[in-house]
T-cell receptor, first 111, second 117 residues
């Protein structure tokens, strides 16, 4: 079946360093959504990308959707303690309203 | 405030017991979803419903059942057939309306943590 692979599983960074997570789908996606889950919380929607090659920015966060609509990335510049959590990508299927979820990348700030 | 309410926050199940997790939304969303999340893992879809009185199995439906008698409610029953029910259960809803070719985002409740006694 359709899968979305997300790497890395964890990333440890010093505060102020950059962070990147990557998602790769086995099939073409109609869209991709990104969510953030704080420790002990629930996923919260960040953004959606729909167009081939689309790039969107939210302050220090940059989201990209690949030209083939099979891969996506989230890059955080100069991480802060408030960025801690797990970032999930979720690909949309054309046929229904389900999302195919990546396993998430946990951002950990080194003390 | 509009949102999704899940209850209870914590639930304990005894051997052979069925338990029901509640999910109510006042967002007027047509679609509702149940996910299971295991520690350090992503979200796995159990069941989803796009309209009242209709629901579809997700990737891990065995041992679970749902109903959708009202638009705002989508309860999940964890049956005794589910041998490893300990997990964090998340309910979500979304509007089916398309936005420029995409999908409306899913809104989540605070979750229910289920453990075996």
């Amino acid at each position: 079946g359709q899968q979305v692979m997300q790497i890395p599983q964890y990333q440890h960074v010093q505060e102020g360093e950059d962070f990147t997570t990557y998602c790769n789908s086995s099939t073409t996606l109609s869209n991709i959504q990104w969510y953030k889950q704080r420790p002990g919380g629930h996923p919260v929607f960040l953004i959606q990308l729909v167009k081939s090659g689309e790039v969107k920015k939210q302050k220090r966060l940059t989201f990209q959707f690949g030209e083939a609509k099979k891969n996506s990335s989230l890059h955080i510049t100069a991480t802060q303690t408030t960025d801690v959590g797990t970032y999930f990508c979720a690909g949309g299927r054309d046929s229904n309203y389900q999302l195919i979820w990546g396993a998430g990348t946990k951002l950990i700030i080194k003390p | 405030d509009g949102g999704i309410t899940q209850s209870p926050k914590y639930l304990f199940r005894k051997e052979g017991q069925n338990v029901t997790l509640s999910c109510e939304q006042n967002l007027n969303h047509d679609a509702m979803y149940w996910y299971r999340q295991d520690p350090g893992q992503g979200l796995r879809l159990i069941y989803y419903s796009q309209i009242v009185n209709d629901f579809q199995k997700g990737d891990i439906a065995e041992g679970y059942s749902v109903s959708r008698e009202k638009k705002e409610s989508f309860p999940l029953t964890v049956t005794s057939a589910q041998k490893n029910p300990t997990a964090f259960y998340l309910c979500a809803s979304s509007s089916p309306r398309l936005t420029g070719g995409g999908r409306q985002p899913q809104h989540f409740g605070d979750g229910t943590r289920l453990s075996i006694l």
